[in-house]
């Protein structure tokens, strides 16, 4: 297998753990998908074309839904499916935050900087140091979120497919 190269600023275990962040995310948003059409009760097979161009927030809110009507008919699985809602949100902002931010490198410090430039309302520009061990957590945590959701989805007989397990 040939091993890609090029003059970026990252450290191959920052690029294999930015990595992982992206492939676990694909991983939770795929059980988003797989839940909505199961939970409308659509073929799984249609459903994912229903499904995939869906963006995040709209994928959101239909899942709350399910979880806001589980609430009101008194079962307290609502709040926990809510509260899983909440841990994805976090993990698609900390994905967004690698996926797409700017690395730079002063070719001394080992590790990269992060360069994020946000527009709302004002002109911000924010940079700050990704330590391999800051990586580590978040990557951690996007796993940890995506498995807490497919066992609950799981208890419901949901996203039960041969294929549905869990990374490694």
Same mark, same amino acid.
């Given at each position: ?76 699985? @609502?709040?926990? *499916? =809510?509260?899983? $809602? ?6 698609? #902002?900390?994905?967004? +935050? ?47 979120? @995506?498995?807490? *959701? =497919?066992?609950? $989805? ?6 039960? #497919?041969?294929?549905? +397990?869990?990374?490694?």
């Amino acid at each position: 297998m040939t091993k890609f190269s090029t003059d970026h600023p990252l450290p191959p275990r920052h690029l294999e753990l930015i990595g992982e962040i992206a492939v676990q995310w694909s991983f939770i948003e795929f059980l988003m998908l797989e839940a909505i059409s199961e939970i409308t009760e659509v073929d799984p097979t249609k459903g994912i074309f229903l499904t995939t161009n869906l963006g995040y927030q709209s994928r959101l809110s239909l899942l709350q839904v399910y979880g806001n009507s589980l609430k009101e008919k008194g079962m307290p699985e @609502g709040a926990e *499916f =809510l509260k899983l $809602l909440e841990a994805l949100s976090q993990s698609y #902002g900390i994905r967004n +935050k690698y996926v797409h931010s700017h690395y730079l490198s002063n070719g001394i410090a080992s590790d990269p900087t992060l360069s994020n430039v946000r527009l709302k309302g004002k002109l911000q520009i924010v940079e700050e140091a990704i330590t391999v061990a800051t990586l580590e957590a978040d990557s951690d945590r996007l796993y940890e979120a @995506g498995d807490r *959701f =497919l066992a609950f $989805l799981q208890r419901f007989d949901l996203c039960i #497919g041969p294929s549905r +397990k869990t990374p490694t």
